[in-house]
Nanobody, 126 residues
């Protein structure tokens, strides 16, 4: 089994930055593709970014491309999301995800994801 715990969310003004962390426990996490999704109240779960277990392949959603950067520390078994130029539209609960069966490209679809974290709230004020 894999457990995912997000941290780093909070309140930030528009134009600011935040860095989210996702700590993975369980040996299987070291060979899983990992990614980030977000969900605003009343909205569906939106793909943000993903990478392969080696970190060699990365994929970004169109709405965050050029502003967010995903990275991974294999030794620490953690994945990070550096969020720059934040906008009020980025306000959401951000969820970490992992799946041993998927490529980074295949992480774009939230349905039937193998593992989810419980989320961390990011609020961007005007």
């Amino acid at each position: 089994q894999v457990q995912l715990v997000e941290s780093g969310g909070g309140l930030v003004q528009a134009g600011g930055s935040l860095r989210l962390s996702c700590a993975a426990s369980g040996r299987a996490a070291s060979s899983a593709s990992m990614g980030w999704f977000r969900q605003a109240p009343g909205a569906g779960r939106e793909f943000v970014a993903a990478l392969s277990w080696t970190g060699g392949s990365t994929v970004y959603g169109d709405s965050v491309k050029g502003r967010f950067t995903i990275s991974r520390d294999v030794i620490k078994n953690s994945v990070y999301l550096q969020m720059d130029s934040l906008q009020p539209e980025d306000t959401a609960v951000y969820y970490c995800a992992a799946d041993r069966r998927r490529t980074a490209q295949e992480m774009r679809v939230p349905r039937d994801m193998e593992y989810w974290g419980k989320g961390t709230l990011v609020t961007v004020s005007s």
